[in-house]
């Protein structure tokens, strides 16, 4: 089993950045995918980016290309989002996730955290 905790949520202004970090714990994360979603009530869940154990396993969303990155921490077995140039659109609860490699579902979740954005 993979447990994972979402941090760094909040209110922010349109225009302004935000850092969420996930803290993985359990079976060996080297096997793992850790990614990030967001969902907007009402709408699916979709996948923002995702980080293999070596960065060049990493996969970001075309929507989102221009405005995130994500970053891995092996050594604190971390993974964070960095979100720029916030829009109102971008107002979700985001979550952390995680799927062994080569699996075609991610099958552990964090609770989420809420980002709000305003105009």
């Known amino acids: 089993q993979v447990q994972l905790v979402e941090s760094g949520g909040g209110s922010v202004q349109a225009g302004g950045s935000l850092r969420l970090s996930c803290a993985a714990s359990g079976r060996t994360l080297s096997m793992y995918i850790l990614a990030w979603f967001r969902q907007v009530p009402g709408q699916e869940r979709e996948i923002i980016a995702a980080?293999?154990?070596?960065?060049?396993?990493?996969y970001v969303a075309e929507s989102m290309k221009n405005r995130v990155t994500i970053s891995r921490d092996n050594s604190k077995n971390t993974v964070d989002l960095q979100v720029y140039n916030l829009k109102p659109e971008d107002t979700a609860t985001y979550y952390c996730?995680?799927?062994?490699?080569?699996?075609?579902?991610?099958?552990?979740w964090g609770q989420g955290t809420q980002v709000t954005v305003s105009s």
């Open positions: 980080r293999g154990w070596e960065p060049q396993v990493t």
């Open positions: 996730a995680a799927k062994p490699r080569g699996a075609s579902n991610y099958d552990h």
